[in-house]
């Protein structure tokens, strides 16, 4: 993964392949990052600035963006007043929990996707399946914030499946979906949550069945984890992630319309993005 990636790149690989739906737009995302504080801050403009340039220039194709900054930082609020207003392709932030369940005890961290909330961001949660439980602390402090649970939380399918984990998992989505409706939850990453090569789609059949049974398509939205999927390891592709994902929807019979709102206008809702 060490090149330089460009929506070129994405365009090559996502059109012209039959298995692939028709795109309307792109939401582009901050990938994770080994820094925080100020520095975080720093990057998340100057990434801002970027992705700004890149949608400016991508003839309406890029509809928005997610940033990275750090929301634990005490002025967060603040800085994501100045983000707001400085960066008009912004519709959400994001920020990895899965290494740091004590981020969800923090008060400056709190306070910061509460104030993504009240902008109209969106929260993009990426976490790992046992901090789930966390996530009723963090939907309940902050109400009116909508959090987009990154890669369905990492589910427990790798081989062997261990049972135990996944009810576990699938108790906790169950349960998150049903109390909190400021909860939405991303389909994508279940090949590195499959965590090695010779995924298919009955391997993402349970996971995809649960989600769209508790939360249903109007809070699922799907996300490709391009380029990330590239990397050796998880042996995927644009084309193969698509397919693999269209089966999997063919084996559950979730009718076009339904896969309309997972694979566009949940999106599209949850982001408050317009096509250009």
Known sequence: LNKSFGLKNYIDQIYNVKTVPRTLGIVLMSLEKNVSGSEAW?????????FESIAQDSSNQVLGYVAGPDLSSHDSTKRLEELTKNFSFLCGVRQPLW?????????NFLNGVK???????VFDALISYDQLPYMRELAVAAPATKININHLAYPPISPPLNSTAFYLWQSNIQQLAANFSNLYFKLSGLPQAYATTGWSPLDFVPPIDTVLKAAGPQRTNFASNWFVLTEIQWSGSLPTMFSNISTALDILQISQSDRRLIYSDTALNLYDLVIR
Do not use: C, M, Y
């Open 42 to 50: 720093d990057q998340a403009i100057q990434e801002a600035v970027w």
């Open 99 to 107: 290494k740091n369940s004590s981020l969800f005890f923090d008060e």
């Open 115 to 121: 104030a993504a909330g009240n902008l109209g961001l």
